[in-house]
């Protein structure tokens, strides 16, 4: 007996119903995208690691998927190699591409490589499945899609107020309440700073951005375990967990950050976030969370995280400021800042609060039924219509039993079934079926045509 297929761990399959549900999700982000002048690319799905290797931190590193070269890849490797079965070392001998863990990175090598083309600054959008060998969960996966908007060529802040405009633009739309919250790297590297731990900068940030997940004791367990001292730890306690009001907190850290000009400068430009986005009277909350630390190493200045009110799941939207990344292929001096929509998730979510608006599943409208060649010859040119006017419509290929075709209807979840026998076509007439009500009429092509059409 053969063995059950299946796929793997952490990546899901889509039904019909569910990719009309996604694709809700892309087109309303998409059209979002397209009113702030956002212009799609697409990049390879998989990319050297080369390319890749480096630009998450260490524990992003290990979440790489590599792939395995062609050929025989043992070939270059010596004995001692494959008897040390140190597995970092070898996959580097066999692997030389990865499939793509974001779309940020491949973003920036895409900007290098295609500078001469571009205007800057250069708005794009890229809506594609990227990899993640973590422990599936839920809510977390394998393989997920992200949707992306970044803008690079620019230093300005109203980048980073317009990002969030958009955010709030597709919750508002899809009806999903959230609170975007908004930090910056460089209050985190002030913290650092002040509490005498600089060059842990990057211990701390991957630390405390667990916080929600692990809890204070357990992130200050890992900041000891890093060697951060007991002092560090007690002086960066009040500061992660600062409350009051967003103006409250700016306060706050304008006096804790007094002494550092880079903590200073994250403060103002979060300021100037925060004020402008109040000007425009978003729809949903903005809040300044210092815990917010956004894992990923090259976040230079804003960082943004949207949560769901409703539901308990991750984040479902995240991003932020980076400064140096296009820098490691070449291209310095080029800032750029993003956002990244989590489709999966969102999904997820409007299955929960069930957000869905009815015309988001557009299935078939009106089945035809096959009573045999004549009738079916009959309806083809009808049906031809109905869809040049826009409407979903098809016809059962095979002249089966009625009971059958209706059940067809029935699994389907279509609306109206057109019925043509002897007397239909004589007539040059359509019976059109409502399957809610079981109301039928016996109508002409066009007033079929204008019934539906509507």
Request: glycine share 8%; aromatic share 8%; proline share 3%.
């Amino acid at each position: 007996m053969a063995a059950k297929p299946c796929i793997p761990k952490g990546t899901r399959d889509f039904s019909p119903v569910e990719m009309a549900k996604r694709n809700y999700i892309f087109d309303t982000i998409r059209s979002v995208y397209h009113l702030y002048g956002f212009q799609q690319i697409e990049t390879p799905a998989m990319e050297m690691l080369s390319t890749l290797m480096g630009k998450y931190g260490e524990e992003g590193d290990k979440l790489l998927f590599k792939i395995q070269n062609s050929g025989d890849y043992f070939s270059g490797l010596t004995d001692e190699e494959l008897l040390s079965r140190n597995a970092p070392r070898l996959a580097c001998k066999f692997c030389e591409k990865g499939l793509r863990y974001d779309l940020t990175v491949p973003f920036a090598r895409y900007v290098v490589m295609h500078r001469d083309e571009l205007t800057f600054p250069f708005k794009r959008y890229q809506i594609q499945p990227v990899w993640r060998a973590d422990r599936p969960q839920k809510g977390r996966y394998r393989e997920f899609y992200q949707c992306d908007a970044d803008v690079v060529g620019s230093d300005s802040l109203l980048n980073e107020v317009e990002l969030m405009q958009i955010v709030d633009t597709v919750f508002s739309r899809f009806g999903i309440r959230v609170c975007i919250k908004i930090n910056n790297r460089k209050i985190l590297t002030g913290m650092a700073e002040i509490i005498g731990e600089a060059d842990k900068i990057v211990d701390i940030t991957v630390a405390i951005d667990k916080l929600d997940k692990i809890g204070l004791d357990n992130v200050n367990a890992e900041l000891r375990d890093k060697g951060i001292s007991d002092e560090a730890i007690d002086k960066l306690q009040p500061i992660i967990l600062l409350s009051g009001t967003n103006a409250e907190k700016l306060d706050t850290l304008r006096q804790t950050l007094a002494t550092s000009e880079t903590g200073l400068k994250g403060v103002e430009e979060t300021a100037f976030i925060l004020s402008t986005l109040e000007s425009l009277g978003l729809k949903n909350e903005v809040e300044l969370d210092l815990t917010l630390a956004r894992g990923l190493n090259y976040y230079t200045g804003a960082i943004f995280e949207v949560k769901a009110l409703d539901v308990q799941i991750g984040s479902i939207t995240g991003g932020g400021r980076y400064d140096n990344l296009t820098g490691v292929f070449g291209m310095p001096g080029v800032s750029g800042v993003g956002i990244s929509f989590g489709a999966d998730r969102i999904f997820d979510v409007l299955n929960q609060l069930d957000l869905y608006p009815k015309e988001a599943v557009k299935g078939t409208q009106l089945l035809f039924i096959n009573f045999g060649q004549c009738e079916a010859a009959f309806c083809l040119s009808i049906l031809s219509k109905a869809r040049a006017a826009g409407i979903r419509a098809e016809i059962y290929p095979d002249n089966a039993k009625m009971k059958k075709q209706m059940s067809y209807a029935n699994a389907k979840g279509v609306p109206y079934v057109a019925l043509v026998g002897e007397n239909e076509m004589h007539e040059g007439k359509v019976t059109l079926k409502d399957m809610a009500t079981g109301e039928q009429r016996l109508l002409t092509p066009d007033e079929l045509i204008e019934a539906l059409a509507c």
